[in-house]
């Protein structure tokens, strides 16, 4: 009986394959810092065009992002449209945004909930 009982414990909170697994959940910080959860993922994705020596040769996208003033221009919906700003919007690959990172890729979602969450947070340089 006991042997019994363990096995269909064991079975009902193990899971048995892979694809049973439950998505990671993104265990966003209670306040998004701009340094330790935004800046390592801009570095990582974004940096390799948009570094104070490239971005010269971007096409239109004359963005700076290690020029933290003009990171936050970008960030204000004020400057982008459909009341998105061109951060977001690029990033989600929303209809009538340039999908960054520009030619192919996309963050994953918890990368895109943290730049959110940090950007409506006011973008702060914390
Ligand atoms: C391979 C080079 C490259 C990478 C990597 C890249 N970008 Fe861009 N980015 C561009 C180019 C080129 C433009 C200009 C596109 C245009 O105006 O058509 C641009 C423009 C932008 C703009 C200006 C607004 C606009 O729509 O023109 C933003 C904001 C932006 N990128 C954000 C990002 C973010 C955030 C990342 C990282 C997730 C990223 N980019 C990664 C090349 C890149």
Same mark, same amino acid.
């Given at each position: ?5 363990? !096995?269909?414990?064991?079975? =009902?909170?193990? @899971?048995?394959? =892979? ?7 993104? $265990?966003?910080? /209670?306040? !998004?810092? @701009? /340094? ?5 993922? +801009? ?7 948009? &570094?104070?020596?490239? @971005? /010269?040769? +971007?096409?239109?996208?004359?963005? &700076?992002? #290690?020029?933290?003033? /003009?990171?936050? #221009? ?16 690029n990033i989600?690959h929303?209809?009538?945004f340039v999908a960054m990172p520009y030619?192919?890729?996309k +963050?994953?979602?918890? #990368?895109?909930?943290?730049? #959110?969450?940090? !950007? &409506? $947070?006011?973008?702060?340089? &914390?």
């Amino acid at each position: 009986m006991l042997c019994i009982g363990l !096995v269909t414990l064991l079975s =009902a909170c193990s @899971y048995t394959n =892979a694809s049973d697994t439950p998505p990671t959940p993104c $265990a966003l910080p /209670q306040t !998004v810092s @701009y /340094q330790n959860n935004v800046l390592p993922i +801009l570095k990582e994705d974004c940096y390799s065009c948009h &570094n104070a020596k490239d @971005y /010269q040769t +971007l096409t239109s996208g004359t963005l &700076n992002m #290690e020029d933290f003033s /003009q990171l936050h #221009e970008y960030t204000l919906t004020s400057n982008g449209h459909n009341n998105t700003s061109f951060l977001i919007g690029n990033i989600r690959h929303d209809p009538g945004f340039v999908a960054m990172p520009y030619g192919g890729g996309k +963050l994953d979602d918890c #990368e895109i909930a943290t730049i #959110e969450a940090w !950007v &409506n $947070a006011g973008a702060p340089q &914390n």
